[in-house]
Nanobody, 122 residues
Framework: QVQLVESGGGLVQAGGSLRLSCAAS????????VGWFRQAPGKEREFVAA????????HYADSVKGRFTIARDNAKNTVWLQMNSLEPEDTAVYYC???????????????WGQGTQVTVSS
């Protein structure tokens, strides 16, 4: 089972940047597509971005396209989410997960981790 740990969240002003990290405990992580998701208070968890195992393809939610960038380093078992031009609407707990199938963001391996809190002040 793939265990993922999110980090890098924090408090930032609108227009600022943060880089989130998703670290895996096993090298088998490198064969999975990975997605970032977020959940704001009182809202459903939503898809943010995803990357294939070989970084061949990426996919972004329309709300973050052009502002967020997902990348991975399989040698370090890590996936990053670079978030620029942050907006108060980006405030949420951010989670990463290994995807069972590319393009299907409802099915993940294992369970959700603790996530990392991102708060954007106006």
């Amino acid at each position: 089972q793939v265990q993922l740990v999110e980090s890098g969240g924090g408090l930032v002003q609108a227009g600022g940047s943060l880089r989130l990290s998703c670290a895996a405990s096993t090298r088998t992580f490198n064969s999975y597509a990975v997605g970032w998701f977020r959940q704001a208070p009182g809202k459903e968890r939503e898809f943010v971005a995803a990357i294939r195992w070989a970084s061949i393809s990426t996919h972004y939610a329309d709300s973050v396209k052009g502002r967020f960038t997902i990348a991975r380093d399989n040698a370090k078992n890590t996936v990053w989410l670079q978030m620029n031009s942050l907006e108060p609407e980006d405030t949420a707990v951010y989670y990463c997960a290994a995807l069972k199938e590319w393009g299907d963001y409802d099915r993940i391996y294992g369970s959700w981790g603790q996530g990392t809190q991102v708060t954007v002040s106006s």
